[in-house]
C-alpha cells in the first residue's frame, strides 16, 4: 500500500523584475507585433500618450525662435553665409526624404515580401483551438518557443518549469505543465513537441490505421530501438522468427515517416497563406560604406500624459484622505507602467541596433557581394562576445527578424554558420559546405545516387575532409533523402 508523505524541495531561482520582463518580450517581437503591442499599450494605460512630449516640442520651438531671430538679423554679414546653399538642382534634400520614425525610402521597390506562414506560428495559432484558460495559453505559446527547428521539444518538465520561474517569473505547478505539453502533442503536424525521435515516430505510427505491418513497427520501435536504428536487422529475425517480407514492410513503414516534424510542414496546404513580412533593419552599400538603419516607420513616439503628471503632483501634495490615497497610487502606477514601457522600447533599439552592427561588420563582405559564399562562419557566441550581450540576448534579437538588403531579405539566422577548417587549415563556413553538397546531389547520376559515404569522399576532393555522419547531418539539415530515397528522382 501507497503510503503518503510530505517533502520539501529547494530551488534556486533568479526572480526577475516585471520590467526586465517585459524588456525580454519586448526584445524577441518583431516590428509588426511592436506595432500591434504599442497600440494594445495606449489603450490600456491612460497615462502613456503618443506623440512629441509637449515639453520636448516647446523647447524646440523656443530654440528654433532664438536661433531664426539670430540668423536673420543680418545674415549677409555671418561668414559662414553661402547663396549658392539656398539654390537647388531641383534634388531634395537627404533630410526631406525621410520621415521623423522611419529610414528613407530604399530605392528597391522590395519594400516587403510575401511568404508562408512560419512554422511557430502555425503551431501557436492551434493554441486557441483548445480549452486552456489565458494563462495557460500564454505559458503553452512560451512552451512552443522552446521546440526546436526539427520540431522537437528537448525539453523535460522539470527543465521547462524551471526556465518558466527564471525568464517569466511564473510558478507552474509540474502536473500542469506536464498537462499543456501533452495537449502541444497533439497539435499538426503529428510527432511534434516530441522529446526524441523514437517518441516522433511512434506517435506517427499510433496516429494510423492499426494494421498488422504498424503494430509490427510499433513494436520494432517500441522494443528494438537501438537494434533497428544500428540495423541489425539479423538479430530481429532470428528473436521474432518473421518472415523477411513482414519484416521489411515493417520497416518500409517506419522509413516513409517523417523524421523531423517540423519538416511535414513544408509544401503542405497552410504554407499557401501569405503574410507580409516587414524588415527590422535596412543595410545600404554607400560607395563601399554599409549604412544600418532600425525600421519604425509606423511606431509612433511615446511619452507621459502632462495631464497625468500634473494631477499626480496634485494628488501627492494633499493626499489626506483615502480616496485621494487610492487615486495617487493608481496614478503612479499608470506612470511606472508607461515609463517602464517607454524605457523597454529604447532598450530594445539599442540592444537590436547594437547587434545587427556586430553581425553588419562580422559579414561586411556578404553585405557588400550578397554571395552566400562570402559568409564567415559566425556563432551567436561571437556576436555576444563582441557585444557584451548574453547568448540567449543574441537569440532572441536574432528570432523573427529580418534585414533588407540591395540583394533581397533575410532572416537574422542566415548569417549563422558552424566553421570547420578545410586541408589548408583555412576555417570555412558550414554553409559553403552545404552549397557543395547541395551542387553534388544535383548533379549526381539518379539511376545511381551517392550515398553518405561517397559524397563524403567528394567533399574531400575539394578540400572538405569530414565524417560520413557530418554529412548525413547536413543532408538531413537541407531535406535531402537518403541515397535509396532519391534513386529515380528527377
Given amino acids: 500500500m501507497a503510503s503518503l508523505s510530505l517533502t520539501q524541495q529547494q530551488r534556486l531561482l533568479a526572480k526577475l523584475s516585471p520590467a526586465q520582463i517585459q524588456a525580454i518580450r519586448m526584445l524577441e517581437i518583431p516590428t509588426y507585433e511592436l506595432q500591434q503591442r504599442i497600440n494594445e499599450e495606449l489603450q490600456e494605460n491612460p497615462a502613456l500618450e503618443e506623440g512629441r512630449d509637449p515639453e520636448e516640442l516647446q523647447e524646440e520651438r523656443f530654440e528654433e525662435d532664438f536661433n531664426e531671430e539670430d540668423e536673420y538679423s543680418n545674415p549677409l ?58 494563462e495557460q495559453r500564454h505559458i503553452a505559446k512560451w512552451v512552443i518557443g522552446n521546440i526546436d527547428e526539427d520540431g522537437f521539444l528537448r525539453r523535460t518538465t522539470e527543465q521547462l518549469v524551471d526556465d518558466l520561474a527564471f525568464q517569466e517569473g511564473l510558478a507552474v505547478p ?49 522494443k528494438h530501438f537501438e537494434d533497428f536504428a544500428q540495423r541489425r536487422f539479423d538479430k530481429l529475425v532470428n528473436h521474432y522468427e518473421w518472415e523477411d517480407s513482414k519484416l521489411n514492410a515493417a520497416i518500409e513503414e517506419i522509413v516513409h515517416l517523417n523524421q523531423k516534424p517540423a519538416n511535414a510542414f513544408n509544401g503542405n496546404v497552410y504554407e499557401s497563406r501569405e503574410t507580409t513580412i516587414i524588415p527590422d533593419f535596412y543595410v545600404e552599400n554607400r560607395d563601399g560604406e554599409l549604412v544600418l538603419t532600425l525600421y519604425n516607420g509606423d511606431i509612433p513616439d511615446l511619452h507621459i500624459s502632462p495631464e497625468y503628471t500634473q494631477m499626480l503632483k496634485e494628488y501627492s501634495g494633499n493626499a489626506n484622505t483615502k480616496d485621494k490615497k487610492d487615486a495617487t497610487l493608481f496614478i503612479r502606477t499608470k506612470i511606472d ?72 531579405i533575410f532572416p537574422l539566422k542566415h548569417f549563422f554558420s558552424e566553421a570547420m577548417t578545410n586541408n589548408e587549415g583555412e576555417e570555412v563556413s558550414t554553409r559553403e559546405i552545404k552549397s557543395l553538397l547541395a551542387e553534388l546531389i544535383s548533379n549526381e547520376d539518379k539511376q545511381a545516387p551517392l550515398t553518405d559515404e561517397q559524397l563524403g569522399e567528394e567533399l574531400a576532393k575539394h578540400g572538405y575532409k569530414i565524417a560520413r555522419r557530418t554529412v548525413a547531418k547536413y543532408r538531413e539539415q537541407m531535406n535531402y533523402p537518403v541515397a535509396r530515397m532519391r534513386r529515380g528522382y528527377a
Fill in 174 to 222: 509540474d502536473a500542469e505543465m506536464e498537462d499543456i505539453v501533452q495537449q502541444i502533442k497533439q497539435f499538426d503536424p503529428v510527432g511534434v513537441a516530441s522529446y526524441d525521435l523514437q517518441e516522433c515516430l511512434l506517435t506517427q505510427l499510433k496516429a494510423k490505421p492499426q494494421t498488422e505491418t504498424v503494430k509490427m513497427a510499433i513494436m520494432l520501435l517500441t
Fill in 337 to 408: 507602467a508607461a515609463n517602464n514601457f517607454i524605457n523597454a522600447i529604447k532598450q530594445r533599439n539599442e540592444t537590436l541596433s547594437r547587434t545587427m552592427n556586430a553581425i553588419m561588420q562580422q559579414q561586411r563582405d556578404f553585405f557588400l557581394e550578397g554571395d552566400d559564399m562570402a559568409l564567415k562562419p559566425m556563432t551567436m557566441l561571437d556576436i555576444a562576445n563582441i557585444t557584451g550581450y548574453d547568448v540567449s540576448t543574441i537569440s532572441r534579437v536574432c528570432s523573427s527578424k529580418y534585414v533588407q538588403t540591395e540583394f533581397g
Fill in 77 to 134: 554679414q555671418t561668414d559662414e553665409f553661402n547663396y549658392d546653399d539656398y539654390i537647388s538642382d531641383d534634388e531634395t534634400p537627404d533630410y526631406m526624404l525621410r520621415s521623423n520614425n522611419g529610414p528613407a525610402a530604399p530605392e528597391t521597390d522590395e519594400m516587403s515580401f510575401t511568404g508562408s506562414t512560419s512554422f511557430p506560428e502555425y503551431l501557436k495559432s492551434q493554441v486557441y483551438l483548445t480549452k486552456m484558460t489565458k
